[in-house]
C-alpha cells in the first residue's frame, strides 16, 4: 500500500476521532484542515478535500464554503461555485454579501441580482464605506445602474464614490473610472458638455489611457468630426502601446481595442 494511501487513511481515522469529540476539538480541527489546505494550490483535488471535512467539522464557518467557491467560479463552473457561495453569505453576510456582488457583476452580468446584494450589504454596515474585492462599493452600484441603462442613478453612485475617495485621499487617488463611467452616462442622456468635463477630469489623473480618448472621440463625433478622428487616432495609438485596462478573468465593461476603434472611425465616415 503506497504511502500517500496510508496518510489519508490515517487522515480520515484522526477525523473520525475528532468528530466524535467535543465542539470545540471539532472547531479547532476544522480550523487546522483550513490551514493544512494552503499546501497544495488553491482548486486542487487534496486542497478541496480539506476543504469537505472542515465543513464536516464545523458547517457554521462561512469561509470554509467560500474558498470551496472559488475555484469553481474562477473555471467558469457557476452552478457549483455559487452553490457554496449562497451557503457563506447566509452564514456571514456582511462578510460576503460584497464578494457575491462583484462576482454577479463583472461576471455572471447579473445587474439586477449585483445590485440587489451590494445595497443589502450597504444597508447592513452604516457609516462605513465597503471596498468588496478592493473597489469602491458606490462605484460598483453605478457600474450596475450604468449597465442597466439607468443614467442618473449611475451618476449618483459615480459621483458618491469619487467624493469618498477624495475625501479619503486627495483628488489624485479617485478612481479615473468613475470620471470615465460618469461621462458615459452623461453621454447617453444627451449630456455632452458634462460628459467632456468628466473626461477632463479623468485626464488630469490619468492622461495615458485609450479609453479616455476613445470616448472624447465619440462625444466629438456628431459635432466636430476632425476633433473626433484625432482622437480616435490617439486612442489606437496609446492601445497598441499598451495603455489600456484588461483583466484575466473576466471583460471589463465598455471594452476598447484596435477593432472597436476602427469601426467606430468607419461609422463616423459613414453619417
Request: no cysteine.
Amino acid at each position: 500500500m503506497s504511502t500517500k494511501r496510508i496518510s489519508w487513511m490515517l487522515l480520515v481515522a484522526l477525523l473520525g476521532m475528532v468528530y466524535s469529540q467535543q465542539t470545540e476539538l471539532r472547531v479547532w480541527g476544522a480550523e487546522k484542515l483550513f490551514e493544512l489546505k494552503n499546501f497544495w494550490p488553491q482548486g486542487t483535488r487534496q486542497s478541496q478535500i480539506l476543504l469537505d471535512y472542515a465543513i464536516w467539522l464545523n458547517p457554521k464557518v462561512g469561509k470554509y464554503y467560500m474558498e470551496k467557491s472559488v475555484p469553481f467560479n474562477k473555471r467558469g463552473e457557476y452552478a457549483e461555485g455559487m452553490y457554496y457561495l449562497n451557503q457563506a453569505v447566509a452564514l456571514q453576510p456582511t462578510h460576503f454579501l460584497g464578494y457575491r456582488g462583484w462576482l454577479k457583476l463583472y461576471l455572471l452580468h447579473d445587474y439586477k441580482g449585483s445590485l440587489q446584494d451590494l445595497t443589502q450589504l450597504d444597508t447592513l454596515t452604516p457609516g462605513f464605506v465597503d471596498y468588496p474585492w478592493g473597489e469602491n462599493i458606490y462605484f460598483l452600484l453605478g457600474l450596475n445602474y450604468l449597465q442597466l441603462k439607468q443614467w442618473e442613478q449611475a451618476v449618483t453612485y459615480f459621483t458618491m464614490a469619487a467624493r469618498v475617495e477624495r475625501k479619503d485621499r486627495g483628488e489624485s487617488f479617485v478612481n479615473p473610472f468613475n470620471y470615465l463611467y460618469k461621462s458615459i452616462a452623461f453621454n447617453e442622456q444627451g449630456l455632452h458638455t458634462l460628459a467632456l468635463q468628466n473626461l477632463d477630469s479623468m485626464q488630469r489623473i490619468q492622461p495615458k489611457s485609450s479609453e479616455l480618448y476613445y470616448f472624447k472621440a465619440l462625444v466629438y463625433a456628431k459635432q466636430q468630426r476632425a476633433t473626433a478622428e484625432s482622437f480616435f487616432q490617439r486612442a489606437d495609438s496609446l492601445y497598441r502601446a499598451g495603455y489600456h485596462s484588461w483583466n484575466s478573468y473576466y471583460s471589463l465593461p465598455y471594452p476598447v481595442d484596435s477593432f472597436i476603434i476602427a469601426a467606430s472611425r468607419a461609422q463616423l465616415y459613414h453619417q
